[in-house]
């Protein structure tokens, strides 16, 4: 087999997978919006997908680029202890 047509057949594979992802999400988005705890915003079918449809609303989200505030506030929400490695070996 041809890179080409491993490509292809993975690429077929996906196509596959979102499909059923899809099917499966309808089912679970209109269970859990007519559920007795309604959630707000409403879910979407592509909520439950692992591998989210090209161009979809949920594909949009700004990425914001990592500094040293926003790592700061990452590792202050670890338990005490846990991001004190040096050289891979923790020191008290």
Do not use: C, W, Y
């Not at 592509?46 to 090209?54: A, D, R």
Request: charged fraction near 25%; avoid cysteine; proline fraction near 9%.
């Amino acid at each position: 087999m041809t890179p080409r047509q491993l490509h292809a057949l993975r690429l077929r594979q996906i196509e596959q997978l979102q499909h059923s992802e899809l099917m499966t999400g309808i089912i679970a988005s209109v269970t859990a919006n007519f559920s007795m705890m309604k959630p707000e915003p409403p879910f979407s079918a592509e909520s439950f997908m692992i591998h989210k449809l090209p161009g979809s609303a949920e594909d949009q989200e700004p990425e914001d680029e990592m500094d040293g505030d926003k790592l700061l506030r990452i590792l202050g929400g670890l338990p005490a202890g846990a991001a004190i490695r040096v050289d891979g070996i923790n020191q008290p």
